[in-house]
């Protein structure tokens, strides 16, 4: 009998029907898993997950414990040379001891604001030291890759023009202006507002009932800004300290920087046998747009045979850390682990290029530095798998460090086997690399991997005495959002495009070349990048040393796309009430049936306009429901395929 894992309150079936048509069984299988509002092969709306997992307010009163952090789930804590921040008597206190040259202590929010917005928050017991200007308590508004030059918005409470003060600076595309009055007490509030375009600072001095405008200004066009609680104190600026407390988002949308959504590891998926837990990497979580996508490895997926897995989801949960994890932790590299891939890299491409390399999700930590003009913009949809990466064309590239590049390159040479893999969306057809590795030129020692209106393999090896080169057919609608997979073995090369396989042919043997001092390069020509740079998007690049099969191929093309599995989304009920979203008339009868053993527990009546309300009295256990009483049970279309199959039988 299927098991529920203990404690979990909702869950749903996830299953890939007949082993998604492979004709081998696959193994250690790095699973996709996409929910949206149209999920799977029969496009199910898994919104049910967003609701239950919903976060809520990032209002924060800063209770805790003396001396312990503040709430890692809303910040991320940046404490200065000699500055301190801390929880103490239930207010964020922030300490600058001393400062001989400027120093800034601050909290930066794991969220940001969207649109527009109006916060606030309190500030008292503020000591500004040697009384030089500049310092004190900020409430600052800046550009999410923490950009201050460029865009952003402060309020102080602090010292100006030899005077205490409180000021505003309003930066708009590099323009500053800043206005200032005299301030009266150590303790107050201030606040931060936008309305369209026009931004406004406000601020209350000590008790004051009603708040005083400083400053307004019109042109601010800023989408998303990320959030400072900071302590400043300038070169001589002394011990500068104080305390926040009861900051307040009165309007705004919320939204997450990437991988910091609080709930997103309160989940777990779970073999056949609904309790064996399975490792689970968190690529993209939007509660926003309501996508989520996470990886798992399945021990085995048998050809011919359904495949089930269980998803469960409950915020009441403690962070599932020991099987789920963020990119580049040690749950989440579990996922990509094993013989079957045998994977050397993994990048989803869904960090800010400007301010983070990219990461690699195995434990190999091959991650790749950024290089060109990339900004936080190039961070964009990737119209699949929530982010790509977008390549201006002009000098955008990745790089992997020689030393790493040439680690990977040898174990390729010693397993004489590579497959890469990578979804890709040209903006023209002109020659886009997708891999560049050695020394370009001639005689050289050098690999390509290339796409254009055709997939092209290039190698030279043995000082340029061997070269030569494999390409596909033409490329059908080329600029399309295409899955291109090469994967070799030294003695055969094979190309597939979108799952299917378009070319297979001999190749020359062991021309895998290995450089200490080249970089490998994915976006542009040689290992000293001179010449055609990548024009368009790119995501999901996978790089294995080892040749994968036609069905691991096909698996990874229907998975990525989110045309493999079929997702069922189970009642969930702890008591109370079980809610089943469809549209059905109520006061109908209905019959209760334990999760735990299928024995029938009770007769009620549904409820409601729109979808069942189910009321019981039952409580401490899960119940699948039936529309009569028949014997053995049958159960009404829109339900049955909640229902555990073992219950149907």
Not at 34 to 55: A, H, N, Q, R, V
Not at 614 to 622: A, C, E, L, M, R
Request: proline share 3%.
């Amino acid at each position: 009998m299927m098991a529920w894992l203990s404690g979990w309150s909702d869950r749903a079936m996830l299953t890939i029907e007949g082993g998604g048509g492979i004709t081998s069984d696959v193994t250690d299988f790095p699973l996709t898993i996409k929910l949206t509002e149209s999920s799977g092969k029969t496009g199910t709306d898994m919104s049910p997950i967003f609701t239950k997992l919903d976060y809520g307010s990032v209002d924060d009163d800063f209770t805790g414990v003396d001396y312990s952090s503040p709430n890692l789930y809303h910040w991320f804590v940046r404490p200065s040379t000699h500055g301190s921040i801390n929880i103490l008597n239930n207010k964020l206190n922030l300490s600058m001891t001393s400062a001989a040259s400027s120093e800034y202590t601050n909290l930066y929010s794991k969220f940001n604001l969207s649109g527009d917005f109006d916060i606030e928050v309190s500030f008292d017991s503020l000591v500004l030291g040697n009384l030089v200007d500049g310092c004190g308590l900020e409430l600052k508004l800046v550009e999410v890759d923490d950009n201050q030059s460029n865009n952003r918005l402060l309020i102080k409470a602090g010292r100006e023009s030899s005077s205490n003060s409180f000021s505003a600076t309003i930066t708009i595309n590099g323009s500053a202006t800043t206005n200032t009055t005299s301030r009266t007490n150590d303790y107050g509030r201030l606040r931060l507002v936008r309305v369209g375009n026009v931004v406004y600072t406000y601020y209350k001095d000590g008790g004051a009932s009603t708040w005083s405008q400083l400053s307004t200004q019109s042109g601010y066009t800023l989408d998303d800004c990320a959030l400072h609680l900071g302590d400043y104190s300038p070169a001589s600026g002394g011990a500068v300290s104080g305390n926040f407390d009861n900051f307040i988002v009165n309007a705004g949308t919320i939204t997450w920087q990437p991988g910091m959504f609080p709930n997103r590891k309160k989940i777990a998926i779970t073999e056949s046998d609904g309790i064996s837990q399975l490792h689970i990497e968190i690529q993209h979580w939007d509660p926003i747009n309501k996508v989520i996508v996470v990886w798992t490895k399945v021990p085995t997926i048998a050809a011919g045979i359904d495949t089930v897995l269980y998803l469960y989801y409950d915020k009441t949960q403690a962070d599932n850390t020991n099987f789920v994890g963020d990119v580049g932790e040690t749950a989440a590299r579990n996922v990509w682990s094993g013989d079957s891939g045998k994977y050397q890299a993994v990048y989803h491409m869904s960090e800010y290029p400007s301010t983070s390399s990219i990461k690699d999700s195995t434990s190999n930590a091959y991650d790749l530095s950024t290089n060109g003009s990339m900004t936080i913009d190039d961070l964009v949809d990737s119209e699949m798998l929530g982010y790509a990466l977008d390549f201006d064309g002009s000098n955008d590239y990745l790089a992997l460090a020689a030393s790493k590049a040439n680690v990977l390159m040898g174990n390729v040479d010693s397993a004489n086997a590579l497959s890469i893999s990578c979804w890709v969306k040209q903006a023209n057809t002109s020659t886009h690399y997708l891999f560049m590795y050695g020394v370009g030129g001639d005689p050289e020692n050098n690999m390509e991997f290339r796409i254009g209106s055709t997939i092209y393999l290039f190698y030279e090896y043995g000082s340029g005495s061997n070269y030569g080169g494999i390409s596909s057919p033409s490329i059908t609608n080329p600029t399309d959002l295409h899955h291109v997979y090469l994967t070799i073995d030294g003695s055969l090369t094979k190309m597939y495009l979108d799952g299917y396989l378009v070319l297979s042919q001999p190749a020359a043997s062991s021309f895998w070349s290995k450089n200490s001092t080249r970089n490998l390069i994915i976006g542009a020509y040689d290992s000293i990048p001179s010449a055609n740079y990548m024009n368009g998007k790119l995501f999901e690049y996978h790089v294995s040393n080892k040749m994968h099969t036609a069905d691991q191929v096909r698996l990874t093309y229907l998975a990525e796309s989110d045309n493999l599995i079929t997702y069922t989304q189970y009642i969930g009920y702890i008591s109370g009430y079980v809610y089943i979203e469809d549209t059905v008339v109520g006061g109908v009868d209905v019959y209760l049936y334990s999760r735990e053993n299928g024995n029938y527990m009770g007769q009620t009546t549904s409820s409601g306009n729109g979808y069942f309300i189910i009321p019981t009295t039952y409580s401490g256990s899960h119940f699948v429901v039936a529309l009569d009483k028949d014997d053995p049970p049958t159960y009404n279309d829109i339900i049955k395929g909640r229902i555990p199959p073992h219950l149907l039988s």
